[in-house]
């Protein structure tokens, strides 16, 4: 899989290269999570393959997510509405 960066050198985009292709991520939001794999960053966007929304997640560190619902692909998660991000326990 090739994951292409249109974004500025900033923590997201060196997390993604950092990490083995295909590693997932999360996005925690106002409103929702999103889970899946990052295979485009913009300084706007973030595209997923294999994407997710998690309505709960069990314990945050091990064992599957308690809910979550597969979306369409791709889904285009919008940079400005993320709160947090981080490699996800899946």
């Known amino acids: 899989m090739t994951v292409t960066y249109e974004a500025e050198r900033d923590e997201l985009v060196e997390a993604v290269r950092q990490l083995p292709p295909g590693t997932r991520f999360w996005f925690f939001g106002i ?4 889970e899946g794999v990052p295979i485009s960053v913009t300084n706007r966007q973030v595209r ?23 979306l369409p692909e791709p889904f285009v998660v919008e940079r400005h509405y993320v709160e947090s991000w981080g490699r996800s326990k899946v």
């Open 48 to 70: 997923l393959a294999q994407p997710h929304i998690v309505y709960e997640t069990g314990p945050l560190t091990t064992g599957p997510l308690k809910d979550a619902q597969a």
């Open 31 to 34: 409103n929702y999570i999103y």
